[in-house]
């Protein structure tokens, strides 16, 4: 019964695994899936999805701030309040110093959602340079800053960037000059050049004593990056900056990387109390030897610094077929004096070398030079083996000084700068790079609810628009053949089991006596009879036996365990004779428990004397009436006897 039970759990599992697949792949070209996104509104989420159609059919509305916002710019009208940059790049070819690349407001290529607009940096390998005030400046205080954006590398990326930089408030901002040189407190966003994938979250700190600005750099973040940069969908940009200190990197509203202001940024913002003294010097006597050369070995007799590393195989023989006098290569027959060809210019023709024929049918041409093989006699140069240095003072390294220039900051985020503008300054050497849906707040569920009236309805239209299940798999197994082994044993899993688990297994002869009932059977004449001739059968078995084998002890002991067995046997039999009377569904079988009554009294005497005598007679007449027990014990004492 368990292992019915087993197999059942197995073919349920087994079924369940191939509906599941089926169900995937038969959904795989249905769309309209739902999709899930952080903190949606079940009003952002109204769209019309039409599943006949290659992309969603969206209502879109230009998202709006919900909540207090220092910027928020959805880029679906004209560039308003957008300045671009007339500065020139300093350090550079004035042909490609200026800001000249062309920008645009457009939709995407890919995954349109009708009426979405963004910004779209339009000219490859040209400086790109736009800004914009914020609403209101942003300062330093108490409240968190969360600057929020999106990207689509629509045309991939080759070399460029597509982060912003969040300019500080002085006196001298002039967007119209904005450049790479224009003061910013922070720099955040994605950055790519070769097979460097970058994210940038890059603070300008100012030191309190000289009053001087240092970048500090985020430690990079442990995540493969590539995918976003390479998918072309558009992926949502997020940095969370907190008052205590603290920071969160986000794609798509997953946090890549988080730290603290004070810990994980490159050069640490406080610098060390002490450093190394400029003015010390390692002394002349110094060793930082920790082993040296033994100056007490002496080099060996038999050393011979002479002997070559290699010398001819001196039983190498020469191969047989070898043409010495063929050269390797020859002139090409085939080949002709170009037309053009001028000998007072050009020199005399001669036609290209190509490999001689005749070498490609023997073991070689040319001349035959043994092989080299190593020298068992090359050592080498000597030299003294190596012994921990006496005189070893360790790696010597300057002492320490009160570092002249430490300060403490003990809450970098108090002292940044404060925020006026908004700005991309860029190279790239790829075009079409897609910006939209900028906001600047301090309220991470106003970000959201931005998120999901913009970015969420992006993902919607591109989640939507991707391939089936089916289809991915097809193209991912084209770029990786080993896959097609993967999906086969897939497949054929669930169906071996099935066929394991569901075919009738055959039945075994062990199997077919467990079913056997040891329910005791009516005393029949028939039986009587039938058990008188087996148990004479198996006499006779015996008798055979001990003619043809010298049983000594054995046989007697056979014999005795007989014996016992036959009068057990007749015991049973009498007890069984003084029953109680028949029910009146035997009562029909009257006459013949009569007669089986007087076969068992019978039974009882011939026993008493087959005890007593133990001849071979008595024992027939024995097993004349040995048939009249029950079914079960008759099976018993036959298989004792077949055992002894």
């Known amino acids: 019964m368990t292992r019915m039970h087993s197999q059942w759990d197995w073919l349920c599992l087994s079924l369940l695994i191939i509906s599941s697949v089926t169900a995937e792949i038969e959904d795989g070209g249905v769309l309209g899936a739902d999709v899930e996104v952080e903190d949606f509104d079940e009003e952002s989420q109204q769209a019309d999805v039409d599943k006949e159609e290659s992309s969603l059919g969206v209502v879109y509305q230009t998202p709006k701030p919900t909540g207090d916002v220092y910027f928020a710019e959805p880029f679906d009208g004209e560039l308003t309040g957008w300045v671009l940059s007339k500065a020139k790049k300093e350090d550079t070819d004035d042909t490609i110093a200026k800001y000249d690349g062309r920008w645009e407001v457009e939709e995407l290529k890919e995954n349109t959602v009708p009426g979405d607009k963004g910004l779209v940096l339009k000219s490859a390998a040209k400086h790109h340079a736009i800004s914009a005030m914020l609403t209101k400046a942003f300062i330093f205080d108490k409240k968190p800053l969360i600057v929020q954006y999106e990207v689509n590398f629509q045309g991939g990326i080759d070399c460029g960037g597509a982060y912003i930089k969040l300019l500080s408030s002085t006196d001298d901002l002039d967007l119209e000059f904005f450049f790479d040189k224009t003061p910013y407190t922070i720099m955040f966003g994605p950055d790519k050049c070769g097979e460097d994938y970058k994210l940038h979250f890059i603070i300008r700190h100012r030191n309190p004593k000289t009053g001087e600005y240092d970048e500090k750099h985020a430690k990079r973040p442990d995540v493969d990056l590539k995918k976003f940069y390479l998918d072309k969908k558009t992926h949502l940009y997020t940095l969370v900056l907190k008052p205590d200190d603290t920071f969160e990197m986000l794609i798509d509203q997953s946090v890549i990387s988080k730290g ?94 190509v490999p001689n024929p005749k070498c490609a049918t023997a073991p070689g041409c040319g ?46 985020f108090e002292m940044m700068t404060p925020i006026s503008a908004i700005g991309l300054e860029l190279w790239s050497m790829t075009s079409d790079i897609y910006f939209d849906n900028f906001i600047i707040c301090s309220e991470k ?27 991915q798999l097809v193209t991912a197994a084209e770029d990786h053949p080993w896959l097609w082994v993967l999906y086969v044993l897939t497949l054929a899993l669930p169906v071996g089991l099935g066929v394991l688990f569901c075919w009738p297994a055959k039945k075994t002869d062990e199997d077919f006596d467990l079913k056997k009932t040891d329910i005791s059977m009516p005393v029949t004449k028939g039986g009587v009879k039938q058990g008188r001739e087996e148990l004479e059968d198996d006499e006779i078995d015996l008798e055979e036996e001990k003619e043809n084998e010298d049983i000594g002890e054995d046989g007697k002991m056979k014999r005795r365990e007989l014996e016992e067995t036959e009068g057990q046997f007749i015991e049973d039999t009498n007890k069984m004779g003084r029953k109680a009377p028949p029910s009146e569904d035997e009562s029909k079988y009257g006459e013949d428990d009569d007669e ?17 005598s133990g001849s071979e007679d008595e024992m027939t007449a024995a097993d004349e009436i040995a048939g009249s027990g029950d079914g079960p014990l008759k099976s018993v004492r036959k298989r004792r006897v077949q055992k002894d």
Request: overall charge negative; cysteine-free.
């Open 260 to 353: 603290s202001l004070l810990e994980d940024m490159v050069p640490p913002v406080n610098p060390p109390k002490e450093i190394d003294d400029p003015t010390d010097k390692k002394p002349d006597d110094w060793d930082e030897r920790p082993k040296i050369p033994d100056p007490n070995a002496v080099k060996p007799d038999d050393w011979d610094e002479d002997e070559p590393s290699k010398i001819e195989d001196l039983d190498a023989v020469k191969p047989e077929g070898w043409l010495d006098y063929e050269p390797q290569y020859v002139p090409d027959p085939s080949a002709k004096k170009p037309k053009d060809w001028d000998e007072e210019m050009d020199g005399e023709w001669e036609a290209p070398q």
């Open 367 to 412: 001349l035959w030079v043994r092989p080299m093989k190593n020298n068992p006699k090359y050592k080498g140069k000597w030299k003294a083996p190596m012994i921990p240095n006496p005189n070893y003072q360790g790696i010597w390294s300057p002492r320490k000084i009160p570092n002249p220039d430490y300060f403490e900051d003990p809450h970098p």
């Open 445 to 471: 569920e106003v970000a959201d609810r931005w998120a999901a009236d913009g970015w969420g309805l992006k993902k919607l239209v591109a989640s939507a628009n991707e391939p089936g299940m089916f289809s």
């Open 596 to 612: 089986e009554n007087e076969v068992a009294g019978r039974s009882q005497e011939e026993g008493d004397e087959t005890n007593k």
